[in-house]
């Protein structure tokens, strides 16, 4: 369930700034999601153990790959597949 007691029951795409530590697992409500294939979850970045703080400059990188994700996904058929 999520947060307010609902599925995730739309697809959507988890743009994470830390990579994936070795052997990594998502909680067991986005676990669920995922198997579900409703959720992907990326990176663009390797995992540092060390990092604390996304960056500004971390963040203007990650909205412009999620936009640009949006963008190629809209001109694609999955979108009809999902609105109907």
Not at 3 to 29: A, C, H, Q, V
Not at 49 to 56: P, V
Not at 63 to 74: D, H
């Amino acid at each position: 369930m999520g947060e307010d007691g609902r599925e995730w029951r739309l697809p959507f795409i988890f743009l994470t700034d830390n990579g994936f530590r070795d052997y990594y697992k998502p909680s067991d409500t986005l676990f669920d999601a995922v198997a579900a294939g409703r959720v992907l979850i990326l990176s663009p970045w390797a995992y540092d153990a060390d990092k604390r703080h996304i960056s500004r400059a971390d963040c203007v990188a990650l909205n412009g790959m999620a936009e640009e994700i949006c963008q190629l996904f809209m001109e694609s058929d999955k979108l009809k597949t999902i609105m109907v």
